[in-house]
Structures are given as structure tokens and as C-alpha cells.
């Protein structure tokens, strides 16, 4: 079982940046892929950025160049930097890890950015 707690999220004006952080803890050795998804208000839970245990990254056309992802392994936690925020970015932020090929969801953070 896999536990993910979300922390960083929050209401900034458009231009701004804000740093999520996603801890995973449970009875865990090595957790494989953890990344972000987002999912706004009518709209279906959309991949925004996912790293690998050795750091390869992938990002949505969307935000690549604005976020940046990161992890440390030692920690079991992934960090999203998010620089010049735009308010289609406002949604609610999930965690995501691949733990023993099972998929785990953190309750979520809600980024609201206002223009």
C-alpha cells in the first residue's frame, strides 16, 4: 500500500509560479514512475508531466518550457515547478506513482491561477 500526500498548491495571479510536492511513504522499496496529472472543472484527468526512478522526464505540449519536474529517490517525493502560470492551468493537481505495477492517486491540490 502506497500513500501520497500533495502540499504546494494555492490561488496565484497569472505570470506567477508556485511548487508542488508530492511525498509518498508506506511500506515501499523503489517506486518507478511518479508524475502529475490535472484535471479542470468539465474536463477529463489530463497527464501534465510523469519522471522515471532514473530522471528521464516527459511533459504535455502544454506546459513544456513552463514546468519542471524533479524527484528524490532518497525521499520518495516528486516536485512540480511551475513558472509563468496562465489561468488554463487552473485544475486540480493529482500525484501519481506506479508502485509493483499498480497505479496510486493522491487526493489532490487545487492551483488556481488568476489573469
Known amino acids: 500500500q502506497v500513500q501520497l500526500v500533495e502540499s504546494g498548491g494555492g490561488l496565484v495571479q497569472a505570470g506567477g509560479s508556485l511548487r508542488l510536492s508530492c511525498a509518498a511513504s508506506?511500506?515501499?522499496?523503489?517506486?518507478?514512475?511518479m508524475g502529475w496529472y490535472r484535471q479542470a472543472p468539465g474536463k477529463q484527468r489530463e497527464l501534465v508531466s510523469l519522471?522515471?526512478?532514473?530522471?528521464?522526464?516527459n511533459y504535455a505540449d502544454s506546459v513544456k518550457g513552463r514546468f519542471t519536474i524533479s524527484r528524490d529517490n532518497t525521499k520518495n517525493t516528486v516536485f512540480l515547478q511551475m513558472n509563468s502560470l496562465k489561468p488554463e492551468d487552473t485544475a486540480v493537481y493529482y500525484c501519481?506513482?506506479?508502485?509493483?505495477?499498480?497505479?496510486?492517486w493522491g487526493q489532490g491540490t487545487q492551483v488556481t491561477v488568476s489573469s
Open positions: 501519481n506513482c506506479l508502485y509493483g505495477g499498480i497505479p496510486y
Open positions: 508506506g511500506r515501499i522499496s523503489s517506486i518507478a514512475a
Open positions: 519522471i522515471s526512478s532514473r530522471g528521464r522526464t
